[in-house]
Structures are given as structure tokens and as C-alpha cells.
DNA sequence: TTTCTGAATAATCAACCGATCATTTAGTCT
DNA sequence: AGACTAAATGATCGGTTGATTATTCAGAAA
């Protein structure tokens, strides 16, 4: 048991180091002077460096998955509007982590290059998110998909824009929000114009 | 007149070289040795090597355009298969050409980076051509959509993976159409069903 | 024996320096 | 004068070297 306070206790030196000063910027032996332990014991308690930044992000991302299981349960909404709030917080998640501390985007940048596992471990938790709500759409008819797994990575494939903002364009937030706003949009109703039938003028 | 030619036989050797050995390690005293002229004089008919560069990608960019728009002008064909057809070309062109020739990535990053007003020309042009398609398909009743351009940039935000794709994603060509297959059917029809309607199974 | 340390090792990083190259310009040639 | 050259300039690049740091491990402490 004091093996698991242990890591805990490092991921939290080691983390507030890597908001402070960045990834690159502390070394090893200074996680383990905070926790009072000699450099090589830290590798008892995690194969190396990476492992510790990629603990602290699973965390991270755990609780953003939790959130967004949260709301994706959340009874009396729509699934289209579900799928808004999914993509959104997504957006809004990213651009203001990035927005109020610089470092982070490092530290997602290291572990996505060398971790590839992670991202796909990240991409394939938020289809399992959305085919959820696609499953639910089907039983109360408001959408009719047939491969579900394959739709939701076509929509991550159509967002990817939207996942990681900042990495390679310097638009705004509200340009981002409005952007993503159509694109949700396309995505629901589609280019062809539809008969008019049952269906609510969703807003942002 | 012999200014063009000038300016023709520059761009020539600068072309050649930068294929052969890339843009870095290609220097204007090697174009300029090409043509039989001094390094110097390089500089009467262009600002600087990166506007060789410009000329280049613009002629061949162009022409490109010109394939495009003469597609989207083929009558007997419903605008969903010419947007079809429009993301296909342009998927296959940037996959071709750098996989034939991994500098022409090298040159495209060079002029994105240091000229953005030139990625903007090239988003901009696309859209014309994409809002085009949408005015033919509003007098025939198959799409109607109220703002045009602001769609045409959707689509674009829509099919960003698909734009540099080994920039950034190391999917085969194959992966990469049946996905791009799957958001343009998406973005023509939506998530959400449809009462059933004159609408042909549109196939790639 | 188990837990931990701290020195040893090897990989990576950063500062430096000479060389290369884009660009400018003084001057030559026609 | 107009067209061009080639030397001059300053910025950038590539390779080297010393220092930093991740990781290992022989052994000390418990």
C-alpha cells in the first residue's frame, strides 16, 4: 500500500515540476530530491522519465473521459445535441489547458511521439463514448447507423481539426467554436436538403 | 519578352535541382551556374529564393486548379459526386506527388511556413471552385445552402486529414480513401436518416 | 533479504566555431 | 545608360566538444 502513496507521491512532484518548468526542464534527480529519494530509486517505482509524464496525462485524461461519460448519460437530451457537447468540450478542453499553461502542450507532444499507444488508447475511449450515444439514438430512432465503431472514427477523422487546435492553426477560440458549430451541423443534417420532419433547431 | 524566358529558364533549373537534391541543399549559385549566369543576377528577376520556390509550386498549383475546375464543370453529373470527385483529386495529388518525391514535402512546408498567404490563395481558390458546384446544385434542387462559402470552409475544416496526409498521419492510401469515402458521405447526408427520396447510391 | 543510495555509464543537449550560402553592392563590360 | 559580375556582408548551418542528465548497478543500510 505505501507503494502506491509512493508513486502517487512522485507523479505529484513530478508534475508540478512539469507545469512549472516543462517537461525537458527538470531532471530526475530533482523529482526525487522533492520526494526526498536518491535518482535511482524513482526507477523502482517506474520504468523511466516518459512513464511518469504518461501516468500523470492517463490521470488527466481519465477524469475528461469521466466527464464526458457524465454527459453523455445524461438523460433527456438528444443524441445529435450529445454529440455537440462531446465535440465541444473536446475544443474547449485542449484550447484552454494549452491557453493557461504553454508547458502542457510539451508534455502531450512528447508522450504522442513516443507513446503512440496513448493517443490510440485516447482516440479509441472517446469512440467507445460516441458509439454509446449512437447505440441510444437507434433505440429512440434519431439516428440509424449501421457500422457504429467505423462512424465515430470518421468523425474524429472530420474534428481532427478541432483536437488539437493550437498545434497548426492560430485561430481563436469563437472562430474555432464557430467552425466546429458547422461542422457539427454537416455532419447531422448533411449537404442534402431534407423534407421537413420532427426535427428541434438545435443551438450552440 | 527574353525577361520571360529569363524567368522561364530559372524557374527550369531551380525545379530540377530542387527535386533532384531539395531546397535546402540546392544554393542560387548552383541555379545560377545552371543558366549560365551570376549569382547576382538571380536577384534581377526575382526578390529571393524562396520566391523561385512561389513560382514554381504556383505553376504547378495552378494547374492543378485547372483540372479541378474543369471537372466540376463535366455536365451529367450530380454536385455530391462532383464534391466526391474534387476531395478524391486532391487527396491522390498530395499522396501521389510526395510519395514519388518525398522533397516535394520538403518545399511545401518551406513556403506554408514563410509564405501563408500562399495556403491561403490555394484554401481560397478551392472554395471558389466548391462554391461554384453548390450554385449549379441550388438551381437544380439537389443541395441548398444558404451561406456557400462559409460551407465551402467547413468542408475544408471537415477534410483537413485528408489535405497533407503524411504529414501528419502514416495511413496507406487505400485507409485514407475509404475514410475520406466515409466523411463525404457524411457531410452529403448526415447522421441523422432520411425519409426515403430521389436520392441515386452515389459510389465512389 | 529487501530497500535504497550514489557513483558509473551512456545518451542527449547546448554552446561554440568555422564554413556555407542568401543577399547586397561596388564596379565592369557593352 | 543598362545588363551583368563577383567580391563583400551578414545570417544560418553543420559538426564538434564539454556538460548535463537518464538510467544502471554494485553495494550500503534496514
Redesign the pocket.
Known sequence: M??KD?RAQIVAAARKRFVHFGY?????????GDC????????????????IAEAIATADYENHLDHLRRQAARPGRRAGEKLHDFLFEGLRRTYNRQERDPRALELARVIAAERPAFSSWMMESERAIMVGVMEEAERSGEFDIADKDFTAELIQSATVKFRDPQLWSRLSLSRLERELDGVWKLLVEGLAPKPARARNQETA
Open positions: 505505501a507503494e509512493t525537458g526542464k527538470t531532471c530526475m534527480a530533482e523529482i526525487a526526498g529519494m536518491s535518482p535511482g530509486n524513482l526507477y523502482r517505482f517506474f520504468p523511466g522519465k516518459l512513464d
